[in-house]
T-cell receptor, first 117, second 117 residues
Framework: AQKITQTQPGMFVQEKEAVTLDCTYD???????LFWYKQPSSGEMIFLIY??????QNATEGRYSLNFQKARKSANLVISASQLGDSAMYFC??????????????FGAGTRLFVKA | GAVVSQHPSWVICKSGTSVKIECRSL??????MFWYRQFPKQSLMLMAT?????????EQGVEKDKFLINHASLTLSTLTVTSAHPEDSSFYIC?????????????FGQGTRLTVV
């Protein structure tokens, strides 16, 4: 079963506008972490933002914010004031416990964001 | 911020030969390193989790004898693709978690593009 679902394969946004990238997850754990990464065409993975399952406040990092709705199991990424350099692939990921003391990170399929000038 | 260096960035090898990819944490100690594979236009697939001083834990479906992982020190893990074939051509990415990282971010290397001809 899909644990991380990103329903938007591709999205367009006008420069300077805000955009929301969707992510839903599935876990029976109470303790887990949610991440968003950016992968530009160069291939490297860039960490953007982290939300812990027990964090009451939505995480924010500069122009990035995570809209965490625990009951709905969603962790959408909001990018404000889009820039041309934001054009990239964006991955949502979840880290959950496996076994005793171990963790596993699962990635979504990704959303390709295109920022138009 | 923490830096993970992956070497080489790209490599072309002949079918049947072996290729070693290095992943180094430059300014922190990493008890755990992760190796991922990414097919074109697809998400990351976790191949194995590498713990310093012990055997790597491979994900289901990943051939241990083909993808040899060694995590000999707290700053270095290597992935060796043995007897490479064209279907092994892919983008390989490592990540490393700080010894005190807990549930927080693991830092990614820049990736290695392997082409087997």
């Amino acid at each position: 079963a899909q644990k991380i679902t990103q329903t938007q394969p591709g999205m367009f946004v006008q420069e300077k506008e805000a955009v929301t990238l969707d992510c839903t997850y599935d876990t029976s754990d109470q303790s887990y972490g949610l991440f968003w990464y950016k992968q530009p065409s160069s291939g490297e993975m860039i960490f953007l933002i982290y939300q812990g399952s027990y964090d009451e406040q939505n995480a924010t990092e500069g122009r990035y914010s995570l809209n965490f709705q625990k009951a709905r199991k969603s962790a959408n990424l909001v990018i404000s004031a889009s820039q041309l350099g934001d054009s990239a692939m964006y991955f949502c990921a979840m880290r959950e416990r496996v076994g005793t003391g171990g963790f596993k990170t699962i990635f979504g399929a990704g959303t390709r964001l295109f920022v138009k000038a | 911020g923490a830096v993970v260096s992956q070497h080489p960035s790209w490599v072309i090898c002949k079918s049947g030969t072996s290729v070693k990819i290095e992943c180094r944490s430059l300014d922190f100690q990493a008890t755990t390193m992760f190796w991922y594979r990414q097919f074109p236009k697809q998400s990351l697939m976790l191949m194995a989790t590498s713990n310093e001083g012990s055997k790597a834990t491979y994900e289901q479906g990943v051939e241990k004898d083909k993808f040899l992982i060694n995590h000999a020190s707290l700053t270095l893990s290597t992935l060796t693709v043995t007897s490479a074939h064209p279907e092994d051509s892919s983008f390989y990415i490592c990540s490393a978690r700080d010894i005190d990282g807990g549930t927080t971010e693991a830092f990614f290397g820049q990736g290695t593009r392997l082409t087997v001809v």
